[in-house]
C-alpha cells in the first residue's frame, strides 16, 4: 500500500508487515532544494507545485506499531536515494530491530532519585 504524507513524502506497507515512512518536508532531517530548506513554513510544500530534497528522512515500523532502531534514534537523516532504496530493499524482506534506542544503561539516574527521596 501506498500513502502520501503532508505533500513531502510517502509511506509505503509492505506484504510482511513492514511500513516505511520517507519524508523531505521542513523540519525532516533533509536537505530541501527551497529557499527557506528545513526552516520553511509547515505547509510550505502543501503550497507549492513541487517539493524536491537531495536527501529524505526515513522511519520504519513493524505490524505491530513497534519502531525500528536506528541505532541511536527511531529515524535516520539525510539519506541519497541509494541509502533509502538500499532501506527499502532491507525492510522488505527482513524483520526490523525493534529494541528501544532511547534505553539507558546508565544507573546513575536511580541513584540520583534515591538521594533526592531521602
Given at each position: 500500500?501506498?500513502?502520501i504524507?503532508?505533500?513531502?513524502?510517502?509511506?509505503?506497507?509492505?506484504?510482511?508487515?513492514?511500513?516505511?515512512?520517507?519524508?523531505?518536508?521542513?523540519?525532516?532531517?533533509?536537505?530541501?532544494?527551497?529557499?527557506?530548506?528545513?526552516?520553511?513554513?509547515?505547509d510550505?510544500?502543501?503550497?507549492?507545485?513541487?517539493?524536491?530534497?537531495?536527501?529524505?528522512?526515513?522511519?520504519?515500523?513493524?505490524?505491530?506499531?513497534?519502531?525500528?532502531n536506528?541505532?541511536s534514534?527511531?529515524?535516520?537523516?539525510?539519506?541519497?536515494s541509494e541509502?533509502v532504496?538500499?532501506f527499502?530493499?532491507?525492510?522488505?524482506?527482513n524483520?526490523l530491530?525493534?529494541t528501544d534506542?532511547f534505553?539507558?544503561?546508565?544507573?546513575?539516574?536511580?541513584?540520583?532519585?534515591?538521594?533526592?527521596?531521602?
Amino acid at each position: 500500500m501506498f500513502v502520501i504524507t503532508g505533500h513531502k513524502g510517502f509511506k509505503i506497507q509492505f506484504p510482511n508487515g513492514n511500513t516505511v515512512s520517507v519524508q523531505w518536508g521542513p523540519g525532516n532531517y533533509c536537505n530541501p532544494t527551497h529557499e527557506d530548506g528545513r526552516g520553511a513554513e509547515f505547509d510550505a510544500p502543501s503550497k507549492s507545485d513541487s517539493w524536491a530534497s537531495t536527501t529524505a528522512e526515513v522511519a520504519a515500523w513493524d505490524k505491530e506499531g513497534k519502531w525500528h532502531n536506528f541505532g541511536s534514534d527511531n529515524v535516520d537523516g539525510w539519506l541519497t536515494s541509494e541509502e533509502v532504496l538500499k532501506f527499502l530493499t532491507f525492510a522488505a524482506s527482513n524483520s526490523l530491530d525493534t529494541t528501544d534506542p532511547f534505553v539507558w544503561t546508565d544507573d546513575s539516574d536511580e541513584e540520583e532519585e534515591e538521594v533526592f527521596a531521602s
